[in-house]
């Protein structure tokens, strides 16, 4: 069977109808509706049989699920090399924000400095996922022991437009605040992130587990309303 029948072999239409709410982005005649475990295991399949790098090879794909099969694929690569190249060619295709946050290859966790350097060039792209992924991976590998206040600043310092790139601001803010509370707190009450920004991220915040309920008491006295965060 050709990977785009396995695909469909594997549809369950009840999770299909549901997922297309999740990911507005996206048209809804390209989503199977596979869920997630399903796509983890094929794509180990794929890349035990030998499949994958024609698979990888064939850009763009046609349906959204062939899309996240192609992340699960890309985050299972053991090799640094391989796997920053092959994410650099994905990179432009992705379109929706839950292909974006489902590319986390392992090998990064080894490869932390070299990934850095790749971050800061996404960052500076004029592609909406490639700075929504640059923030998710600082958020994911440099808020515990690789943490460095200054990565705070370079995040605050981002300004969009995009609805997905600030939902990813507030999202790092919010788990910045649970990890990193000392350090990241001064942006919240400097007003250092927008409006909308500031505010998500508390009450993203408030709703962490990870953050204690003094903390979450305090940051609730920090909600601004726009013209307080311009004056």
């Given at each position: 069977?050709?990977?785009?029948?396995?695909?469909?072999?594997?549809?369950?239409?009840?999770?299909?109808?549901?997922?297309?709410?999740?990911?507005?982005?996206?048209?809804?005649e390209t989503i199977i509706?596979?869920?997630?475990?399903?796509?983890?295991?094929?794509?180990?399949?794929?890349?035990?049989?030998?499949?994958?790098?024609?698979?990888?090879?064939?850009?763009?794909?046609?349906?959204?699920?062939?899309?996240?099969?192609?992340?699960?694929?890309?985050?299972?690569?053991?090799?640094?090399?391989?796997?920053?190249?092959?994410?650099?060619?994905?990179?432009?295709?992705?379109?929706?924000?839950?292909?974006?946050?489902?590319?986390?290859?392992?090998?990064?966790?080894?490869?932390?400095?070299?990934?850095?350097?790749?971050?800061?060039?996404?960052?500076?792209?004029k592609e909406m996922y490639?700075?929504?992924?640059?923030?998710?991976?600082?958020?994911?590998?440099?808020?515990?022991?690789?943490?460095?206040?200054?990565?705070?600043?370079?995040?605050?310092?981002?300004?969009?437009?995009?609805?997905?790139?600030?939902?990813?601001?507030?999202?790092?803010?919010?788990?910045?605040?649970?990890?990193?509370?000392?350090?990241?707190?001064?942006?919240?009450?400097?007003?250092?992130?927008?409006?909308?920004?500031?505010?998500?991220?508390?009450?993203?915040?408030?709703?962490?587990?990870?953050?204690?309920?003094?903390?979450?008491?305090?940051?609730?006295?920090?909600?601004?309303?726009r013209e307080q965060h311009?004056?």
């Amino acid at each position: 069977m050709v990977i785009e029948e396995r695909l469909f072999a594997l549809q369950d239409k009840e999770y299909r109808d549901f997922h297309k709410k999740l990911v507005p982005t996206v048209s809804p005649e390209t989503i199977i509706g596979v869920r997630t475990p399903a796509l983890r295991k094929l794509a180990k399949e794929i890349m035990q049989a030998g499949e994958a790098e024609a698979f990888l090879a064939r850009l763009p794909h046609r349906y959204f699920d062939e899309n996240q099969l192609h992340a699960f694929i890309i985050s299972g690569i053991k090799d640094y090399g391989e796997c920053m190249a092959r994410l650099q060619e994905f990179l432009p295709y992705i379109d929706n924000w839950a292909t974006c946050d489902q590319l986390s290859p392992k090998v990064f966790r080894q490869h932390r400095q070299e990934l850095l350097s790749e971050v800061q060039k996404w960052l500076k792209s004029k592609e909406m996922y490639a700075v929504r992924y640059a923030i998710g991976m600082l958020m994911q590998h440099f808020l515990d022991e690789d943490f460095d206040e200054a990565y705070l600043s370079v995040v605050a310092e981002v300004r969009s437009e995009e609805y997905y790139i600030n939902m990813m601001i507030a999202w790092y803010f919010a788990t910045a605040l649970a990890k990193q509370y000392e350090a990241a707190l001064p942006f919240i009450e400097g007003n250092r992130l927008a409006p909308w920004t500031h505010n998500k991220a508390i009450q993203k915040a408030i709703e962490s587990r990870r953050v204690s309920a003094a903390h979450k008491e305090y940051l609730r006295g920090l909600k601004v309303r726009r013209e307080q965060h311009e004056r």
